[in-house]
C-alpha cells in the first residue's frame, strides 16, 4: 500500500476510501491554491492518469496536507 496525494484524470474511476481536499498552500508542483485534489491509500502498482502530487517514497515534508488530522486511522507511509 502507499499512500498518495493527486488530481485524477477525465473519467478515471476514483479509489474507494479517497477523500477530497483543496489545496491552500503556494509552491506545490502540479496544483494551484484552490484546487481540488484526492487523498487516499492505494496498491503499490496504482497509477494515474492525471497528475501525482505526492506519493510514499518522497519526502513527507513536501506533502500537501502532512500535519493531517485525518491520517487514515493512524497509518503512515
Not at 513536501?62 to 497509518?75: E, M, N, Q, T, V
Amino acid at each position: 500500500m502507499k499512500e498518495i496525494y493527486y488530481i485524477p484524470g477525465e473519467n478515471e474511476l476514483i479509489p474507494a476510501g479517497a477523500i477530497p481536499l483543496i489545496n491552500a498552500v503556494s509552491g506545490i508542483t502540479g496544483i494551484g491554491v484552490g484546487e481540488q485534489m484526492l487523498h487516499v491509500l492505494v496498491e503499490d502498482d496504482f497509477d494515474t492518469a492525471g497528475t501525482m502530487i505526492w506519493e510514499t517514497g518522497k519526502d513527507e515534508a513536501l506533502a500537501p496536507d502532512s500535519s493531517s488530522s485525518h491520517r487514515f486511522a493512524g497509518w503512515r507511509s
